[in-house]
């Protein structure tokens, strides 16, 4: 009997030491097959979370952000205890002390998913599993996946240290409203700092992981109070706070910048812009984007907020005036539904969903607004943050859309969402609610330091929320006559001299789509004139005649040189500006000018810093060659040694700015820039005034604008300039920029002297003589200018064409040239431009 007992007992024992054998070879074979392909943990050691990537001002203020998930790394030693001790509570309280799986957790699930027929099925998993789970597996209910999870989770263990993979957890955790990780959640739900959070708080954080779709703080507000108070009791259960610290918390209300109890963080930030959206486009090119939205660079923008501000207010300045010059009202194009007109509550959540711009700040802030009636008198309106009982009301009176065309109950109808601003009396005080639209007509506008390339301010259209194409630096326009100081500096570079003759009488070039007949903006041809008159006046038969002395190839080596195109065609037309290109490229261009002739890179970005603090780019190369010494002087500054290269002749440099300077004082901009420090420009106004520029510049400060529609078409019926359109634009910012920046005489370079012309004629005059025509030109030392010769470029000037009449006094004035064919012209200043059909830039 004993034996059988014995034998009996040896087979259990048997069965079940193979059975245990079996199982656990089992067991093995599952976690060898399916954690063969699973990362090591090396992989798991080099984690690096994606995170937001932030812009700063040179003043470090911060003034946007880019991420594809709302997260910001904290390292996990900065990351607070009471951080720490709410999630654990919440998570994963035996997180210090298991292999990185709680296998009771873990029974327990699997237990209830059995009982429910897998209807049930709960998490159970560790804060290492959570990390497993997020960082290398998909979200899917499996057991495979589970079996992974518990996989990585213990080898994640036994490569780190736990503190590390809680920080981790807590960097990388979707805790709802689009925010990853207890940085980003705390400034999303509370805007606050984690070091600013109250142990209710943290616990609200603590609570979201469980069902962070499910558990919004306002439509869910029981169910994340309850689940908030759970872990406040855990929280005490386990040490981490005391009773009365848990009484008093669990008592206080749940607040959030959700249910309207904190200001959101984004209302700190200013609306996002052209400058930092250019910003973002050109570091997704260099860097890559998907690097740029989850690399948690920090960027150093060279923006300066201030005439940020200015540029905006001056370019939308003057695309409102134009737009209101036209009397043609276009509203925003956008209506609400008939039914959202019912109630105030209605329209008011159908206004808030409505597209149209909130960034325009132009005469004071422009608030989107619904017609609520349109009535004999007034427009009645709901507007957007104000009440229907606000002391300033919510009308328009009919006197302010009095300079619209069209019938007063024509333009407008109820529903219709339009903009409104505050019109104000003479001493500041509220007037009546004026109406507003974004023009059709657009620009760009961009402002940089001449010598180092640091843009300091960009606006790339009217309202960036209206349209977000840049036209500072997307728009390829033709520059027209904006472009003709890189056929003078050729010339000039090539023994020209601003006084220097070229014939100004009409030309005409055989082309494949016909004779090209280019004319003057005025109509009237003017004979022998110096370069600098042609210049000063945009002559534009002196600038292709140049242009054929000098050859187009020179001239196009120029604009590529100086960065104005990559590949410029060599068409005698495209010295008139013919050809596309951008206002970025012409104003970096111009800074050349500015600077004495050396290479100067546009830059929107002063400095680059990786999530680690590490410097991974920085626009100024230039090396102090004595600033570790420390036995300089106190009185004497380092000495900063430049590298930039030249790409033109500083004499030229000086000559073609004195020249522009010419533009300002008595040229085509004299009537609209003047400022109080030295200033030189170039107007631009293309065929039938498609495209209006003006590039201006004083001795540390470049800024251009550029006006027309989006769809090249005549402005103002072909008679707009750029000095009368984007003069007053340079001349508003300009007079601000001088206020902080100052501005100085251009400094004349060595190696040259100065000789008294007349600039009407280009005779050369005594020392001593004075008065409107004289100016003293800067000629190169070594080189004395041979006057009195005329260069025409080679174009002959037939007697069947009617290239002049007389005008004033008969022919008093005219004079006979021959010109480089050896054929005879009469040509006088005041020669009248007859009945000679033409075309051109000017």
């Given at each position: 009997?004993?034996?059988?007992?014995?034998?009996?007992?040896?087979?259990?024992?048997?069965?079940?030491?193979?059975?245990?054998?079996?199982?656990?070879?089992?067991?093995?074979?599952?976690?060898?097959?399916?954690?063969?392909?699973?990362?090591?943990?090396?992989?798991?050691?080099?984690?690096?979370?994606?995170?937001?990537?932030?812009?700063?001002?040179?003043?470090?203020?911060?003034?946007?952000?880019?991420?594809?998930?709302?997260?910001?790394?904290?390292?996990?030693?900065?990351?607070?205890?009471?951080?720490?001790?709410?999630?654990?509570?919440?998570?994963?309280?035996?997180?210090?002390?298991?292999?990185?799986?709680?296998?009771?957790?873990?029974?327990?699930?699997?237990?209830?998913?059995?009982?429910?027929?897998?209807?049930?099925?709960?998490?159970?998993?560790?804060?290492?599993?959570?990390?497993?789970?997020?960082?290398?597996?998909?979200?899917?209910?499996?057991?495979?996946?589970?079996?992974?999870?518990?996989?990585?989770?213990?080898?994640?263990?036994?490569?780190?240290?736990?503190?590390?993979?809680?920080?981790?957890?807590?960097?990388?955790?979707?805790?709802?409203?689009?925010?990853?990780?207890?940085?980003?959640?705390?400034?999303?739900?509370?805007?606050?700092?984690?070091?600013?959070?109250?142990?209710?708080?943290?616990?609200?954080?603590?609570?979201?992981?469980?069902?962070?779709?499910?558990?919004?703080?306002?439509?869910?507000?029981?169910?994340?109070?309850?689940?908030?108070?759970?872990?406040?009791?855990?929280?005490?259960?386990?040490?981490?706070?005391?009773?009365?610290?848990?009484?008093?918390?669990?008592?206080?209300?749940?607040?959030?910048?959700?249910?309207?109890?904190?200001?959101?963080?984004?209302?700190?930030?200013?609306?996002?812009?052209?400058?930092?959206?250019?910003?973002?486009?050109?570091?997704?090119?260099?860097?890559?984007?998907?690097?740029?939205?989850?690399?948690?660079?920090?960027?150093?923008?060279?923006?300066?907020?201030?005439?940020?501000?200015v540029a905006a207010r001056a370019l939308r300045h003057k695309?409102?005036?134009?737009?209101?010059?036209?009397?043609?009202?276009?509203?925003?194009?956008?209506?609400?539904?008939?039914?959202?007109?019912?109630?105030?509550?209605?329209?008011?959540?159908?206004?808030?969903?409505?597209?149209?711009?909130?960034?325009?700040?132009?005469?004071?802030?422009?608030?989107?607004?619904?017609?609520?009636?349109?009535?004999?008198?007034?427009?009645?309106?709901?507007?957007?943050?104000?009440?229907?009982?606000?002391?300033?009301?919510?009308?328009?009176?009919?006197?302010?859309?009095?300079?619209?065309?069209?019938?007063?109950?024509?333009?407008?109808?109820?529903?219709?969402?339009?903009?409104?601003?505050?019109?104000?009396?003479?001493?500041?005080?509220?007037?009546?609610?004026?109406?507003?639209?974004?023009?059709?007509?657009?620009?760009?506008?961009?402002?940089?330091?001449?010598?180092?390339?640091?843009?300091?301010?960009?606006?790339?259209?009217?309202?960036?929320?209206?349209?977000?194409?840049?036209?500072?630096?997307?728009?390829?326009?033709?520059?027209?006559?904006?472009?003709?100081?890189?056929?003078?500096?050729?010339?000039?570079?090539?023994?020209?001299?601003?006084?220097?003759?070229?014939?100004?009488?009409?030309?005409?070039?055989?082309?494949?789509?016909?004779?090209?007949?280019?004319?003057?903006?005025?109509?009237?041809?003017?004979?022998?004139?110096?370069?600098?008159?042609?210049?000063?006046?945009?002559?534009?038969?002196?600038?292709?005649?140049?242009?054929?002395?000098?050859?187009?190839?020179?001239?196009?080596?120029?604009?590529?040189?100086?960065?104005?195109?990559?590949?410029?065609?060599?068409?005698?037309?495209?010295?008139?500006?013919?050809?596309?290109?951008?206002?970025?490229?012409?104003?970096?261009?111009?800074?050349?000018?500015?600077?004495?002739?050396?290479?100067?890179?546009?830059t929107l970005v002063d400095r680059v810093q990786d999530r680690?603090?590490?410097?991974?780019?920085?626009?100024?190369?230039?090396?102090?060659?004595?600033?570790?010494?420390?036995?300089?002087?106190p009185a004497r500054s380092p000495v900063i040694r430049s590298?930039?290269?030249?790409?033109?002749?500083?004499?030229?440099?000086?000559?073609?700015?004195?020249?522009?300077?010419?533009?300002?004082?008595?040229?085509?901009?004299?009537?609209?820039?003047?400022?109080?420090?030295?200033?030189?420009?170039?107007?631009?106004?293309?065929?039938?005034?498609?495209?209006?520029?003006?590039?201006?510049?004083?001795?540390?400060?470049?800024?251009?604008?550029?006006?027309?529609?989006?769809?090249?078409?005549?402005?103002?019926?072909?008679?707009?300039?750029?000095?009368?359109?984007?003069?007053?634009?340079?001349?508003?910012?300009?007079?601000?920029?001088?206020?902080?920046?100052?501005?100085?005489?251009?400094?004349?370079?060595?190696?040259?002297?100065?000789?008294?012309?007349?600039?009407?004629?280009?005779?050369?005059?005594?020392?001593?003589?004075?008065?409107?025509?004289?100016?003293?030109?800067?000629?190169?030392?070594?080189?004395?200018?041979?006057?009195?010769?005329?260069?025409?470029?080679?174009?002959?000037?037939?007697?069947?064409?009617?290239?002049?009449?007389?005008?004033?006094?008969?022919?008093?004035?005219?004079?006979?040239?021959?010109?480089?064919?050896?054929?005879?012209?009469?040509?006088?200043?005041?020669?009248?431009?007859?009945?000679?059909?033409?075309?051109?830039?000017?």
């Amino acid at each position: 009997m004993i034996r059988f007992v014995l034998s009996f007992l040896g087979g259990i024992f048997t069965f079940v030491t193979a059975a245990l054998l079996v199982i656990a070879l089992s067991i093995g074979a599952i976690f060898w097959v399916y954690g063969r392909d699973l990362p090591s943990h090396e992989a798991l050691a080099r984690y690096q979370p994606k995170s937001i990537s932030r812009i700063y001002s040179g003043e470090g203020q911060l003034i946007d952000e880019f991420a594809r998930e709302q997260r910001l790394y904290t390292p996990t030693d900065e990351i607070p205890d009471l951080i720490k001790f709410a999630f654990i509570s919440a998570e994963d309280k035996n997180f210090y002390t298991h292999a990185g799986y709680d296998v009771r957790g873990i029974a327990a699930a699997l237990v209830e998913a059995v009982k429910s027929r897998g209807q049930s099925v709960r998490g159970a998993s560790t804060i290492p599993q959570q990390v497993a789970k997020n960082l290398f597996l998909s979200g899917d209910r499996k057991i495979e996946r589970k079996v992974k999870e518990v996989i990585l989770a213990s080898r994640l263990v036994e490569s780190l240290p736990k503190d590390e993979i809680l920080g981790i957890y807590l960097n990388e955790i979707f805790l709802g409203q689009n925010s990853y990780g207890v940085t980003a959640a705390a400034r999303v739900y509370f805007n606050k700092t984690l070091t600013e959070l109250a142990p209710h708080e943290a616990a609200m954080l603590a609570a979201m992981p469980q069902a962070p779709g499910r558990y919004h703080p306002v439509r869910a507000k029981e169910r994340v109070t309850q689940r908030r108070n759970y872990v406040l009791r855990e929280m005490m259960e386990n040490g981490y706070i005391d009773e009365a610290t848990y009484e008093a918390e669990v008592k206080l209300p749940l607040r959030s910048v959700q249910a309207g109890d904190f200001e959101p963080y984004r209302d700190n930030l200013p609306p996002r812009d052209y400058f930092t959206d250019e910003i973002r486009r050109q570091l997704s090119s260099d860097f890559g984007e998907e690097e740029f939205f989850s690399g948690g660079f920090t960027v150093r923008a060279t923006v300066d907020p201030g005439m940020q501000k200015v540029a905006a207010r001056a370019l939308r300045h003057k695309l409102e005036e134009f737009d209101r010059s036209l009397k043609v009202w276009r509203g925003t194009g956008k209506e609400l539904p008939a039914a959202a007109l019912d109630s105030e509550q209605a329209w008011r959540e159908a206004l808030a969903s409505a597209e149209v711009p909130r960034d325009i700040d132009l005469g004071g802030e422009w608030l989107p607004a619904v017609v609520l009636g349109v009535e004999a008198q007034q427009l009645r309106l709901g507007i957007e943050g104000v009440a229907l009982d606000d002391p300033r009301g919510s009308v328009v009176p009919r006197s302010d859309i009095g300079w619209m065309k069209g019938d007063f109950f024509e333009n407008f109808s109820e529903g219709d969402v339009v903009l409104v601003r505050e019109a104000l009396t003479a001493d500041g005080g509220f007037d009546h609610w004026s109406l507003r639209q974004v023009p059709e007509v657009q620009g760009g506008f961009m402002a940089m330091d001449v010598n180092n390339g640091r843009v300091i301010a960009m606006q790339g259209g009217f309202s960036y929320q209206d349209s977000v194409f840049n036209r500072a630096t997307q728009a390829r326009r033709q520059p027209g006559s904006s472009f003709k100081p890189f056929v003078y500096a050729s010339a000039l570079d090539s023994g020209y001299t601003p006084a220097t003759i070229v014939i100004d009488a009409p030309i005409e070039i055989e082309t494949a789509e016909g004779v090209w007949r280019p004319k003057n903006s005025s109509n009237k041809f003017y004979g022998p004139t110096p370069l600098r008159t042609g210049i000063e006046q945009s002559r534009n038969l002196m600038t292709i005649r140049l242009a054929r002395e000098v050859s187009m190839d020179v001239v196009a080596a120029y604009a590529e040189r100086f960065g104005v195109y990559e590949d410029m065609s060599p068409y005698l037309a495209n010295s008139l500006g013919a050809e596309e290109t951008t206002l970025y490229r012409m104003v970096a261009a111009y800074a050349m000018f500015a600077n004495g002739g050396e290479r100067v890179e546009p830059t929107l970005v002063d400095r680059v810093q990786d999530r680690y603090g590490k410097t991974i780019y920085r626009h100024d190369q230039r090396v102090c060659v004595d600033c570790a010494d420390l036995s300089l002087p106190p009185a004497r500054s380092p000495v900063i040694r430049s590298n930039r290269q030249r790409v033109m002749n500083a004499i030229t440099a000086y000559q073609l700015t004195s020249m522009m300077q010419g533009v300002v004082q008595r040229g085509t901009a004299a009537s609209v820039v003047k400022l109080p420090v030295p200033t030189a420009g170039k107007t631009g106004t293309t065929n039938e005034a498609r495209d209006a520029w003006f590039i201006g510049f004083t001795s540390n400060i470049v800024a251009g604008c550029y006006i027309g529609y989006d769809t090249p078409r005549p402005m103002l019926g072909g008679r707009g300039y750029g000095g009368t359109l984007c003069g007053p634009v340079f001349q508003e910012f300009m007079t601000e920029a001088v206020q902080k920046f100052g501005g100085g005489p251009f400094e004349v370079p060595e190696g040259g002297h100065f000789i008294k012309i007349d600039r009407y004629t280009g005779a050369r005059l005594g020392p001593e003589a004075s008065g409107a025509n004289v100016v003293a030109e800067y000629f190169r030392d070594g080189e004395e200018p041979i006057f009195g010769i005329f260069y025409d470029g080679g174009f002959a000037m037939g007697s069947d064409l009617p290239l002049f009449e007389e005008v004033g006094q008969g022919a008093q004035g005219q004079q006979q040239v021959i010109t480089s064919t050896g054929e005879k012209a009469t040509i006088g200043p005041k020669a009248g431009f007859g009945a000679l059909s033409s075309g051109g830039l000017y």
